[in-house]
């Protein structure tokens, strides 16, 4: 148990906001890769929200990279 908090407390996380084309597919909890200009990620999305009337949904995602 000791080990698991510390583990949390010394992790390193990572949020990315975005909006995109809407897609009613993903979700809270989904797994998604990332790409950037010149890396990857995988991150998992926290928020979302998609508009009734069409348009850009917007979002934001987070990631966790324990140190060891």
């Given at each position: 148990?000791a080990?698991?908090k510390?583990?949390?407390?010394t992790?390193?996380?990572?949020?990315?906001?975005?909006?995109?084309?809407?897609?009613?597919?993903?979700?809270?909890?989904?797994?998604v890769?990332?790409?950037?200009?010149?890396?990857?990620?995988?991150h998992?999305?926290?928020?979302l929200?998609i508009?009734?009337?069409?348009?850009?949904?917007?979002?934001?995602?987070?990631?966790?990279q324990?140190?060891?």
């Open positions: 148990a080990r698991q510390l583990k949390e407390v992790a390193l996380s990572r949020s990315v906001s975005f909006n995109c084309i809407s897609n009613p597919a993903l979700d809270v909890g989904d797994i890769l990332l790409q950037f200009f010149d890396s990857q990620e995988i998992m999305v926290d928020q929200q508009p009734l009337l069409g348009g850009e949904m917007t979002g934001t995602t987070k990631t966790v324990y140190i060891e």
